[in-house]
């Protein structure tokens, strides 16, 4: 059973920055998985923030590409989003998640990010 464990996130005023980590235990194939990270906002559904495969492949959703940016290091299986530019918007729960292409994954238990305008 793989954990995760998230960290960083906060409070900050609009324009402001954070970096969300994610370290990942319990496997011995972390470093072949896809990492990501997800937000909820109250009242939405889950969303796609930003992916790295095993590989180094990046993919971002619209809204903050360009401002975030993903990152792994696999010597310490931990993930990273360097969040800048923050806007009011960006309020969520952000969640990160592993999986190997087939299924869910396992998730992390979230981390509150606060942007005030």
């Known amino acids: 059973q793989v954990q995760l464990v998230e960290s960083g996130g906060g409070l900050v005023q609009a324009g402001g920055s954070l970096r969300l980590s994610c370290a990942a235990s319990?496997?011995?194939?972390?470093?072949?998985?896809?990492m990501g990270w997800y937000r909820q906002a109250p009242g939405n559904e889950r969303e796609l923030v930003a992916t790295?495969?095993?590989?180094?492949?990046?993919n971002y959703a619209g809204s903050v590409k360009g401002r975030f940016t993903i990152s792994r290091d696999n010597a310490k299986n931990t993930v990273y989003l360097q969040m800048n530019s923050l806007k009011p918007e960006d309020t969520a729960v952000y969640y990160c998640?592993?999986?190997w292409g087939s299924g869910p994954g396992s998730w992390g238990q979230g981390t509150h990010v606060t942007v005030s305008s």
């Open positions: 319990g496997s011995s194939f972390i470093r072949i998985a896809s």
């Open positions: 790295i495969t095993g590989g180094g492949s990046r």
């Open positions: 998640n592993i999986n």
